[in-house]
Structures are given as structure tokens and as C-alpha cells.
């Protein structure tokens, strides 16, 4: 089972360094530079006028994120659909399997963690007024919880009552309580309850991997579930053979394609981009998280970097539309000039741009904290989309075509 495990996870690894390329590329860490630049100047801001005296929202806002912080991450078996007929007589031998998956997965949670905690230091220390040994312990709470959560998973494999409301409450019910008594009573105090709760959880973990057959099915749908939210996420900046758009008829949206039927190809394109999820709910995705985002933003210069952001994804992933119907024969004998395809997807995406560059910038000019500055972001907006659809498109077709 260790070499199973050791061949899987180098696999998984080299994945995972293969896409990083595509994620982290020049433009999205510049962006992510501003981002957190911007926000990490607004939250020093924020801790910067917390008064003497704790609000008594304080603690209760600290709890609720620290309880979120904790589902942060699954546990990364590995499994395969194969698994469940080729692994089936080592069943006995999965709880040494899962050993290294939790190892593996407690350690990349821990880091993550970690991080969270990080940022939210400045908070707890300035602030809740606690020093620094106190958000050290606090840390040793956080760590410890999150073990026991992946933990329950593990016991989830092999008994489905571990997955039932009851069981799912009365380990969050313990978690929450946990991190109440932490703030509110003792930070040891929590740290001795986590320990506890810990045990109790491993203690579980091997009873009932004798006791019980380990459910093949139910852990390789988790194991699936948690690399389709990987493979969506990747899929926001570059193709992944993963993921495949569902096809949907969308009758209602008829009436936006009715001005296309006369041209071939914008009648593709349009349908093609209605119809796959793919592109659409990827769009629908960025400009719903883009609004949200721009409605609370602190300043229009956030705003106006998260609109140029959300425009640029959508523009670069919708490129991809532009050769979809590449291995459709029966596109290539259509008589009409190549000229009239570019032009057709060139249209179509000014259109779905603008519309993007409408919602975005009437969200920005609503916000509470409208300002004449605001007024900027529409022009340079408006600029940035006159950019995507002329020079970044052309020099995309020129490689492509």
C-alpha cells in the first residue's frame, strides 16, 4: 500500500506542478500582488482603528471564521474508479492506506492553517488584546481541530452513520463549543479540549475500521468531488480534460439569439456559448464574484483592478470558443470566407465583454461609498475591453489560425 501511495502522490504532485504554470503566470500574480497589496493596506487600516476596549462583536465574528477556516480542505486519498475492483481484496489493509493520506493531508492542512491564522493575527493580538503566546496556543487549537475534522472524514469510510445530520452536528456542536471556551473562558482550556477531542476521534477512527468494510464507493465519490473542485478552479485559467460541459437547450435565452440566424458562424458561436456550461457559467461565475467583490470594495482603485481582472479571465477563457468546432467537418465546407469566423466571434465577444463592463461598473457607481472617482472606471474599463477584443484576440488568432 505505501508504494501505491508514494506512486499516486508523485503523480498527483506533477499534476499539480504542471497546471501551476498556467495559474500563477505573469498577469495573475501581478494581479494577485495588487490584490493583496490593496487588501492588506485596507485591513491594517482596519485593525489600525479597533478601539482599547474589544467590540463585542469581535470574538463572535472570530469564532464563526476560525469554524469556516476548519472545513477548509479534504482529505486527498487518491482513490481511483478501478480501485473498488482491483484494490478490493487489500481492503483489510486500507486503514495503513489512509494513515499516510491523513498524514499527507493533516500536513497541507496544517500549512493552510497557518497561513489563515496568520493573517488573522493582527485582528486577535490588537484586537482582543492577547499576547503573542496566547495566539500561539490558539494556533495549537486550530491545528488540532482541523486534525479531528479530517479525522471524521476517515471515520466516514468505513461507517455512512458518521455522515448522518445527527453525527455531522454533534462534531461541529464540539468544535464550536471548543473554540467559544477558547475566547471567552481560557486558550489552555481549549487546547486541553482539543487534545481530547482528538483522541476520541482516533480512537473511533480505529475501532471502526475493524469493525466495519470500507465503503469503496462512497470514497472514491468524495475523492472525485474533491479533485472536480481542483479541476474547476484550474479550468479558470487553462483547459482541463477533466472537465466537461453539460450541454443544456436553454430555451428561454431564444430571444438574445434571434439576430444571429442570419449569420453562420455568430449563430455557432453564440449558441455554442449559451448552450455549454462551460463558457457561460464560467462567465456567470466571474461576473457574480466580480459584483459582490466591487459592491464592498474599499476604495475604486480595488474596484477597478477586480473589474479589469474579471474582464481579462473572461476574455482570455472565451477565446477557447473560437476553435470549438475544429474537428466538425461539416465547418469546413460551409462557403464562407474564414474572414467572416473571426469577425463573427469578434462581435460575439465585444458583446459578452460589454455586457460584463455595464454590470460591473453600474455595481461600482451603486455602491455606498460612491465617490467622483468612480467615474474613472468605466473609461478605463471600457479601454481594457477595446484592448482584449483588438490587439490580445488578433495576436491570439494570428498564433492559432
Given at each position: 500500500m505505501n508504494e501505491?501511495?508514494?506512486?499516486?502522490?508523485?503523480?498527483?504532485?506533477?499534476?499539480?506542478?504542471?497546471?501551476?504554470?498556467?495559474?500563477?503566470?505573469?498577469?495573475?500574480?501581478?494581479?494577485?500582488?495588487?490584490?493583496?497589496?490593496?487588501?492588506?493596506?485596507?485591513?491594517?487600516?482596519?485593525?489600525?482603528?479597533?478601539?482599547?476596549?474589544?467590540?463585542?462583536?469581535?470574538?463572535?465574528?472570530?469564532?464563526?471564521?476560525?469554524?469556516?477556516?476548519?472545513?477548509?480542505?479534504?482529505?486527498?486519498?487518491?482513490?481511483?474508479?478501478?480501485?473498488?475492483?482491483?484494490?478490493?481484496?487489500?481492503?483489510?489493509?486500507?486503514?495503513?492506506?489512509?494513515?499516510?493520506?491523513l498524514k499527507h493531508s493533516a500536513l497541507v492542512s496544517f500549512f493552510t492553517q497557518l497561513v489563515f491564522m496568520a493573517i488573522l493575527a493582527p485582528f486577535i493580538i490588537q484586537g482582543l488584546k492577547w499576547q503573542f503566546w496566547m495566539w500561539i496556543v490558539l494556533l495549537i487549537v486550530q491545528c488540532l481541530l482541523k486534525f479531528s475534522y479530517l479525522s471524521f472524514l476517515v471515520i466516514g469510510t468505513y461507517n455512512l452513520a458518521a455522515k448522518s445530520f445527527s453525527q455531522q452536528f454533534l462534531f461541529h456542536a464540539a468544535v464550536m463549543l471548543i473554540l467559544v471556551l477558547s475566547l471567552y473562558l481560557s486558550v489552555i482550556l481549549g487546547v486541553i479540549l482539543a487534545i481530547v477531542l482528538a483522541g476520541i476521534i482516533r480512537y473511533y477512527v480505529d475501532k471502526?475500521?475493524?469493525?466495519?468494510?470500507?465503503?469503496?464507493?462512497?470514497?472514491?465519490?468524495?475523492?472525485?468531488?474533491?479533485?472536480?473542485?481542483?479541476?474547476?478552479?484550474?479550468?479558470?485559467?487553462?483547459?482541463?480534460?477533466?472537465?466537461?460541459?453539460?450541454?443544456?437547450?436553454?430555451?428561454?435565452?431564444?430571444?438574445?439569439?434571434?439576430?444571429?440566424?442570419?449569420?453562420?458562424?455568430?449563430?455557432?458561436?453564440?449558441?455554442?456559448?449559451?448552450?455549454?456550461?462551460?463558457?457561460?457559467?464560467?462567465?456567470l461565475r466571474l461576473l457574480f464574484l466580480a459584483s459582490i467583490i466591487v459592491f464592498f470594495s474599499p476604495n475604486y482603485l480595488f474596484s477597478l483592478f477586480i473589474i479589469c481582472v474579471c474582464l481579462y479571465l473572461i476574455g482570455i477563457q472565451l477565446f477557447g470558443l473560437y476553435s470549438i468546432f475544429e474537428d466538425n467537418v461539416f465547418v469546413h465546407i460551409y462557403p464562407v470566407d474564414e474572414s467572416q469566423k473571426k469577425l463573427a466571434f469578434k462581435n460575439l465577444l465585444q458583446k459578452i465583454l460589454l455586457s460584463a463592463w455595464l454590470v460591473t461598473n453600474v455595481v461600482a457607481v451603486a455602491t455606498p461609498r460612491f465617490e467622483i472617482n468612480y467615474l474613472l472606471l468605466p473609461v478605463i474599463s471600457l479601454a481594457e475591453v477595446y484592448l482584449i477584443t483588438n490587439l490580445f484576440l488578433g495576436n491570439y488568432l494570428k498564433k492559432n489560425t
Amino acid at each position: 500500500m505505501n508504494e501505491i501511495w508514494n506512486g499516486r502522490l508523485k503523480k498527483y504532485q506533477k499534476m499539480l506542478l504542471r497546471y501551476s504554470k498556467y495559474v500563477f503566470n505573469d498577469h495573475f500574480v501581478l494581479a494577485l500582488l495588487f490584490f493583496v497589496g490593496g487588501l492588506g493596506l485596507s485591513y491594517s487600516n482596519f485593525v489600525k482603528s479597533l478601539p482599547q476596549k474589544p467590540f463585542w462583536w469581535e470574538q463572535p465574528t472570530l469564532i464563526i471564521i476560525m469554524f469556516l477556516i476548519v472545513q477548509i480542505g479534504k482529505l486527498a486519498s487518491l482513490l481511483e474508479e478501478a480501485d473498488k475492483v482491483f484494490l478490493l481484496p487489500k481492503d483489510y489493509q486500507m486503514k495503513n492506506y489512509f494513515k499516510l493520506v491523513l498524514k499527507h493531508s493533516a500536513l497541507v492542512s496544517f500549512f493552510t492553517q497557518l497561513v489563515f491564522m496568520a493573517i488573522l493575527a493582527p485582528f486577535i493580538i490588537q484586537g482582543l488584546k492577547w499576547q503573542f503566546w496566547m495566539w500561539i496556543v490558539l494556533l495549537i487549537v486550530q491545528c488540532l481541530l482541523k486534525f479531528s475534522y479530517l479525522s471524521f472524514l476517515v471515520i466516514g469510510t468505513y461507517n455512512l452513520a458518521a455522515k448522518s445530520f445527527s453525527q455531522q452536528f454533534l462534531f461541529h456542536a464540539a468544535v464550536m463549543l471548543i473554540l467559544v471556551l477558547s475566547l471567552y473562558l481560557s486558550v489552555i482550556l481549549g487546547v486541553i479540549l482539543a487534545i481530547v477531542l482528538a483522541g476520541i476521534i482516533r480512537y473511533y477512527v480505529d475501532k471502526v475500521s475493524q469493525q466495519h468494510v470500507f465503503k469503496w464507493n462512497d470514497a472514491i465519490k468524495s475523492e472525485k468531488e474533491r479533485l472536480m473542485t481542483l479541476y474547476r478552479f484550474i479550468n479558470m485559467f487553462t483547459d482541463v480534460p477533466q472537465i466537461v460541459g453539460q450541454t443544456k437547450r436553454r430555451k428561454f435565452f431564444d430571444f438574445l439569439l434571434r439576430r444571429t440566424s442570419k449569420n453562420v458562424y455568430l449563430f455557432l458561436y453564440s449558441r455554442s456559448f449559451v448552450r455549454q456550461s462551460g463558457f457561460s457559467g464560467l462567465f456567470l461565475r466571474l461576473l457574480f464574484l466580480a459584483s459582490i467583490i466591487v459592491f464592498f470594495s474599499p476604495n475604486y482603485l480595488f474596484s477597478l483592478f477586480i473589474i479589469c481582472v474579471c474582464l481579462y479571465l473572461i476574455g482570455i477563457q472565451l477565446f477557447g470558443l473560437y476553435s470549438i468546432f475544429e474537428d466538425n467537418v461539416f465547418v469546413h465546407i460551409y462557403p464562407v470566407d474564414e474572414s467572416q469566423k473571426k469577425l463573427a466571434f469578434k462581435n460575439l465577444l465585444q458583446k459578452i465583454l460589454l455586457s460584463a463592463w455595464l454590470v460591473t461598473n453600474v455595481v461600482a457607481v451603486a455602491t455606498p461609498r460612491f465617490e467622483i472617482n468612480y467615474l474613472l472606471l468605466p473609461v478605463i474599463s471600457l479601454a481594457e475591453v477595446y484592448l482584449i477584443t483588438n490587439l490580445f484576440l488578433g495576436n491570439y488568432l494570428k498564433k492559432n489560425t
